[in-house]
């Protein structure tokens, strides 16, 4: 157990030693020392026990310190916890590869492991660089993308990320131009509008020789605004690409392994994507890992006359993180997973009806289990984090908006208690 006195020296350490995601180390926002995870709860060294809606950052599926996937890694960690991936391979990877290529889009069945979803995106744009390049079109080497985007934190991922909320400007010379379209318009069952197809195209009839892939996320746009889309949106997508040439690229790294209401995004919709980005609950959140799958015809095609794949992470295909993966996705099997997902939607639309009240929401929506209260007025997090504590949940909003992303393995009260937490806390927040 952590003392009060420990508690903080250890949050004096953390303030002056470490830098934590989007902070400054002049006027770092409080952090809270946890002591312990399980299931859906987080307890602090304060001993404050949180209810998670976070699935921290929407990798943990199954919640936190489960039994089979922890036997798992003990596993392999008693056998080797890594081996390099150039000229040795291992069970954990040929098995983990066989589970994905059956579960996703029938035409991806090659596969690349890397150690993060940015990784795995700048894995996707040099496949496609590299497949235009042997197919002699040297001079695809840009990305068209949708605004409202984000595909990580490395500088290609970041070049196709929001110009605004990936903050391009401090990063301009630094950063190769992508060509950047409007968000696909909102709302999952609203009419596809022509107009949008018709930017589209005009982008590429005037582009196209320099674009080598179009980056989008299917059917949400997470990071960038928790924006639901139809789905029709993609088949139109497929086949523009296919007219102008250009790769079609889909980062389902949030909205992967059921989160949406499919095991896949894309299941949405009728066609599939040349390359597909995989990351966050790969590994049901337990460690780093990410894979990039792609199709015959990329894959052979960046072969071709002796060609290699430009691209070799230390720690590639890590077996440790493989063991995870495998284990987390026998879960996943284990599950009647679409309509475990229906059921936490309906838990999410009652749970955040309440909200719809409150003069400060926009609206309230549910996709899977997402669940998202959009304000009118962004929040001030450093001032909205600790009333979210105060009662018992965890949950981190950004901008305008509150949202929940719990585990799978979340109960109706829980989800409960998370929803009247959000109702309460604006009401504090605002008032
Ligand atoms: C989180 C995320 C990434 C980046 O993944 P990291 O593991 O943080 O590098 C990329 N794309 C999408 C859609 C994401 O949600």
Redesign the pocket.
Known sequence: MTTPDDLHQLTAMDKQLLWHPYTSMSHPSPHYLVEHAEGCQITLASGEVLIDGMSS??SVIHGYNHPYINAAMTQQLQSFSHVMFGGLTHKPAISLAQKLVAMTPASLQRVFFSD??????EVALKMAIQFWHTQGKPDKQHFATPRS??????FA?MSVCDPVNGMHSMFNQALTPQYFISPPPTGIDKEVDQHYLDEIRSLFESKHEQLAGFII?PVVQ??GGMRFYNPAYLDALRSLCDEFNILLIF?????GFGRTGKLFATEHCQIEPDIL?L??ALTGGYI?M?ATLTNDRVALGISQNGGVFMHGPTFMGNPLACSAANASLDLISEYDLEPKIQQIQQWLENALSICENLDMVDNVRCLGAIGVVELKSSVNLHEIQPLFVDQGVWIRPFGKLIYLMPPYVISQAEIHRLGSAIYHVIQQHFS
């Open positions: 950052w929407w993060s979803g940015s990784v795995s995106v985007g984000y595909h990580g934190d490395t991922a996320e997470n990071a980062d389902e790294i949030a909205t980005c990351g966050k780093s990410a």
